[in-house]
């Protein structure tokens, strides 16, 4: 199939990377799932702490929307689903390098994963092809990991829903603003790199 051909909407990015048989395209989609899984788990050690905050500010968020995005619904789960049962089973991956599924912001992990899911699909539609496109990508895939992880804090330390919300949402705000930009700027043009190829 011609690069012009996968430009469509239907595809996502990761659907241009070549595999002429399905036993190498299975290959090349586990090599994606893992991968993405380890992009996610290095970014979280990205991590600076918000001063009155269990909740710091990493690049985990980032990597887990850059990774639905770019690996669409199914191999977007998967991929995160890979990283929260590895995390959960010991593996010190997540911010600043915890495991295990007690801590306060375990709830933003599940958000995360439903969130690559959100956003692979909405990719898949087209929704990662231009700048204010992929700023409402970005944005629903965002809105998903607080709606659930805000409660989950409010639940597992005792705090009040406003004050979850007040630590755990609003000081992180900016920086969300900061990556829908990085995004609206990388993947527009990756497909347009990748039309180019043609």
């Given at each position: ?44 050690q990205i991590a600076l702490p918000v ?148």
């Open positions: 199939m011609s690069t012009a051909a996968l430009t469509r909407p239907g595809t996502v990015l990761a659907d241009l990377l070549p595999a002429a048989t399905a036993s190498r395209a299975r290959v090349r989609d586990a090599a994606l799932v893992a991968g993405g899984a380890v992009l996610t788990g290095l970014a979280a001063p009155g905050s269990p909740v710091p500010v990493t690049g985990q968020t980032f990597a887990a929307l850059l990774v639905g995005t770019a690996l669409g619904a199914r191999r977007g789960l998967l991929s995160l689903a890979l990283y929260a049962l590895a995390g959960m089973a010991g593996m010190p991956w997540f911010a600043d390098g915890t495991s295990g599924f007690a801590g306060p912001t375990f709830g933003y992990i599940v958000g995360m994963l439903l969130a690559s899911g959100l956003v692979g699909a909405l990719a898949r539609r087209g929704g990662d092809r231009g700048v204010l496109r992929t700023a409402a990508t970005m944005a629903a895939g965002t809105a998903v990991i607080y709606a659930l992880g805000v409660p989950y804090l409010a639940l597992s330390t005792g705090m009040s829903l406003d004050k979850a919300v007040a630590v755990g949402l609003v000081p992180f705000l900016f920086g969300d603003a900061l990556k829908a930009a990085l995004a609206m700027g990388a993947l527009p043009t990756a497909w347009k790199l990748a039309g180019r190829r043609d």
